[in-house]
């Protein structure tokens, strides 16, 4: 490439990767606050906090899930996430398995209004590790 083309052009190449860079911080970062599993269990105590489950169905079968919690798995969360929850002001913890996939959920919850959102730190299985209970667990 020309040396003197990019010179020309510095300030409109240094205003693309920035742009770029913006965009992309809200996924790198994600929407959700993260939380650890026994604060995420003083908010459901306390604040009345709504538990999303995003995993799937040999997971929930496997491990169980937080009592009370919502499950939808992650690839239906597009479509049935909207109306998931009645009240969107109550916090709502977002889990996986293992924490990885959360921050992605909590950024579609939030672009569809939810206003406080958790993901839980190492998810279920840290929930489980935490000595929290499970429901629906398999035998």
Do not use: H
Request: proline share 4%; with cysteine.
């Amino acid at each position: 490439m020309d040396t003197q083309f990019l010179i020309d052009n510095s300030p409109l190449i240094a205003a693309a990767v920035l742009s770029g860079a913006l965009l992309l911080l809200p996924a790198v970062r994600g929407s959700g606050r993260t939380i650890p599993a026994s604060q995420a269990s003083l908010l459901i105590n306390r604040s009345k906090a709504q538990v999303l489950d995003i995993r799937d169905d040999a997971q929930t079968k496997a491990q169980g899930t937080v009592p009370g919690a919502r499950r939808i798995a992650v690839v239906d969360l597009k479509d049935k996430a909207a109306g998931a929850f009645k009240d969107k002001a109550l916090p709502v913890l977002v889990m996986c398995q293992n924490g990885q996939r959360s921050a992605a959920a909590a950024s579609v919850l939030k672009s569809l209004g939810y206003t406080e959102v958790f993901v839980v730190e190492g998810g279920v299985a840290a929930w489980i590790e935490a000595g929290m209970p499970v429901s629906g667990k398999a035998a």
